[in-house]
């Protein structure tokens, strides 16, 4: 073995398949040697894990840093997001970038990369979120794969959503140069006219914002968009779903051999649609609308199933002002939330109270991630050549999620008093402590973009 300036001792190793005592040697930021009773040499850092879980760090597929959106700009830029998530356990983001219209991809990433690679403290990669394919733009998406960025998202919705005719599009040429596409499926025009048939009656709360987007407005654009995938055998991943019909949907393409993948978000885990009637229901505002408990105990039997592979953030946080614009009229509320420092913890602290394995915790916040977007070669598993991107976690640690105890810009977290049975009490970005007991430990610029591969699913 190459000396190890890092070892990982006595504590329980957890992958996606199993869960063993082991040690965990790294060198160059790398892990190199994972088995009993390692030993130290005379520079080796030893890190006493005895009582704890030796975990791979999350992989957050969806995030919006510094997203301009709904009239503002998230409230994260890349340092805050990425430090937020590095104390959650999270060592890579994957976040969007939203075309400009006329933006060959290329020169997205190249925007966006100028911003990342100077503030990130973790590493990250993105996806590119399309606008535009016209006038020659289809052509440049496979520059954009060759670069590292093989995932691509259209919107059914917004402003800047594309037509079905468009998404039909990119589906079809994905599958020429080993790309994804990921979906944010809801109706448009359903959205649109139960938006205004509400605000017409008078009927302005943040409730109203779910009433508009009810359960079937998602349902029915996931089994329309997984249509389109199944007639051309393309592989599909539909983000953030929030409801049965389409998780049941997404199901029944799986058990007919289709590639169709989807992510939910720990929001559409742990509350239901009741929140929008709360007096803070505004600060719950994003889209897809978090849905009623059929829904919730959907999502999570498509996630034990394995119909549904991956959690995410979807973070893309807006401040309490900015929430307070859609006071009385709710389609004026920024959409988003904020999740990236909860998503791990939360997943976690579900596993250590017997919901689902630590494996699955691992599987759907990391090592799926990292299968599913092309960068297992050196992300997602705490095995032997993949990056030193390592949590401790302490599953006997307690803890109350505050936004005062949290590390980003942020001035709300929709977890405010969630209780956690677990945490992580150190991360490890390639080998460099970034957090440790509730301190970020790491710095600005240190994160590196992450090269993913062509899409093989
Ligand atoms: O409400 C949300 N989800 N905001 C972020 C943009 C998106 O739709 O993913
Ligand atoms: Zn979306
Ligand atoms: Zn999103």
């Known amino acids: 073995m190459m000396s190890a300036e890092l070892l990982f001792k006595n504590g329980k190793v957890v992958t996606a398949e199993s869960t063993y005592k082991a040690d965990v040697a790294v060198a160059g930021g790398k892990i190199v040697e994972i088995g009993a009773n390692l030993k130290a040499g005379a520079a080796t850092e030893v890190v006493d894990c005895r009582g704890k879980l030796v975990l791979p760090g999350a992989i957050d597929a969806h995030t919006h840093l510094a997203m301009p959106f709904g009239g503002t700009v998230s409230t ?31 020169d997205a990433i190249r925007r966006r990369d100028k911003l990342a690679a100077e503030q990130a403290v973790v590493d990250y990669s993105f996806h590119l979120a399309v606008k535009d394919v016209s006038g020659g733009l289809l052509g440049t998406m496979e520059e954009a794969v060759e670069m590292g960025v093989p995932s691509f998202k259209v919107f059914m919705v ?21 790309a994804l596409i990921a979906v944010h499926a809801e109706n448009n025009e ?7 048939k509400h605000l017409a009656e ?31 055998n393309a592989p599909l991943y539909i983000v953030h779903l929030a409801n049965e019909q389409g998780a049941l949907a997404v199901t029944a393409a799986r058990d007919e051999g289709y590639p169709i993948f989807a992510e939910t978000c720990p929001h559409y885990l742990h509350f239901t649609s009741d929140v929008y009637k709360r007096k803070d229901g505004i600060n719950f505002v994003c889209s897809p609308p978090i849905k009623g408990k059929a829904s919730q105990n959907a999502l999570w039997e498509a996630l034990k199933r394995g119909d549904i592979q991956t959690v995410a953030t979807d973070h893309c946080p807006f401040l309490k002002s900015e929430k307070k614009w859609g006071a009385k009229d709710f389609t004026k509320i920024p959409n988003g939330c904020a999740g990236i420092e909860n998503m791990y913890p939360y997943m976690l602290s579900e596993a250590n109270r017997g919901r689902i394995s630590f494996n699955k915790a691992v599987e759907v916040c990391s090592t799926n991630v990292a299968r599913i977007f092309g960068c297992d070669h050196v992300k997602g598993a705490v095995e032997i050549g993949r990056d030193a991107d390592i949590v401790v976690y302490d599953p006997k640690k307690r803890f109350t999620i505050t936004n005062k105890a949290m590390h980003g810009d ?23 402590l970034v957090y440790r007991d509730g301190k970020f430990l790491g710095s600005k610029g240190a994160g590196k973009f992450v090269k993913c591969r062509r899409i093989k699913l």
Not at 190 to 196: G, H, I, K, P, T
Request: charged share 20%; glycine share 10%; hydrophobic share 35%.
């Open 76 to 106: 994260d830029d890349y340092e805050a997001g990425t430090r937020s998530a590095a104390c959650g356990g999270t060592t890579t983001v994957f976040d969007f970038i939203l075309q400009d219209t006329g933006e060959p991809f290329p």
């Open 158 to 178: 917004y402003d800047f959503g594309v037509t079905d005719g468009v998404f039909y599009q990119v589906l079809e040429h994905s599958k020429k140069i080993g």
């Open 190 to 196: 359903m959205v649109n006219f139960l938006s205004a």
């Open 202 to 232: 008078g009927n302005t709360s943040a409730w109203y914002h779910y009433m508009s987007r009810p359960e079937f407005v998602e349902g029915e654009a996931d089994i329309r968009a997984i249509q389109w995938a199944k007639s051309l």
């Open 410 to 432: 942020t001035d709300h977290v929709i977890f405010e008093g969630a209780e956690l049975k677990g945490y992580p009490v150190a991360t490890y970005s390639r080998g460099n």
